[in-house]
């Protein structure tokens, strides 16, 4: 019966379980990587060459295949030559985690292979600014037309049967295109990310938009709201959380285009850096890239959850940082004013 109250249907869990389970999400899959990397029973199909013995082709630290392995020490036995020995290993494309987790520094200080190249952190910062200014660009246009469209129908049946249309075009179907108009910078890197966001945007705000609480314009209209005011006044706070909420959704969608923008044109970003170290075979330092972008992004996310609750406090039902502290100025305040007690 106990194990039956966590598979209830919307049954919210104590907090103290649920950041159990938030916790167990990572760990998880990284027990499950661990036991890849440092279990040979589990899944090992190499071996790792530590003396080469008579065999002439095999070479300190070279990866080969068991069966290969095998079967020249058996060559070499059957031919009372010195066979050669070495550890079962993984492929040199599947690094241990501990490996990974020294080149979350060992990225950052090595100074890239030509004096040209950027370092990693430059690399990063070139690959944010892309998400920022395409994302920005996107939600310029499409957060009014959302709004608008699921407001009034009118503007609804006007845009929605193109946006449709077009949202089922994949982005990098326009790259060529792109790089023609706005050259091999980083124009038609912003280009794409706009083109992967805005029609879903506008889609997503638009339903949302719809979403909202029919009571709330019923008691606005009651009270004599009209026509602009009914817009501004009623539609536009009651949907501005979720409308919120849509737009962190959508900044992650935004970095999943970043791979694919960022090879259009030239190659800058941190796609460049994962390329680069995949061609030198260094991949210890292109799992830290990938995992780099994943933390950027929760942190970024995280960021943004907490400011929307100090933000749409009505919405969240907790007092911003901002009440809390004038709070205890006004309190300090009326104390300084008391009349102070003489001993």
Known sequence: MARARYFIIWKELDPARRKIFQVCSFVIPLILWAAISYCPAIWHPLMKVSDPGSIGHFRVDALIEKGAFFRENAKALAEQRKPASGVPANPVYLPAPHEVAASFYKAF??????????????????????????FLISSVLAVPLGIIGGTYRLFSYLTDPFIEFFRYLPAPAFAALAVAVLGIYDGPKVAIIVIGTFFQQVLMISNTTQRLDPALLEAAQTLGARGFKLFSRVVIPGILPDVYRDMRILLGWAWTYL?????????????????????????DNVYAAIIMIGIIGLTTDLLLA???????????G??????????VYTSARVKQALPQETP
């Open 306 to 316: 907490w400011f929307g609750t100090q933000i749409f406090t009505w919405k969240s």
């Open 109 to 134: 200080v090595t100074p890239p292979r030509l004096p040209d190249e950027p370092w990693l952190h430059e690399s990063l910062w070139h690959s944010i600014k892309i998400i920022l200014w395409g």
């Open 318 to 327: 907790k007092r911003s940082i901002l009440s809390r502290l004038r709070t």
């Open 259 to 283: 791979i694919v923008a960022e090879v259009v044109g030239n190659s800058t970003g941190i796609t460049w850096f994962i390329n680069q170290q995949a061609k030198y075979r260094i991949y």
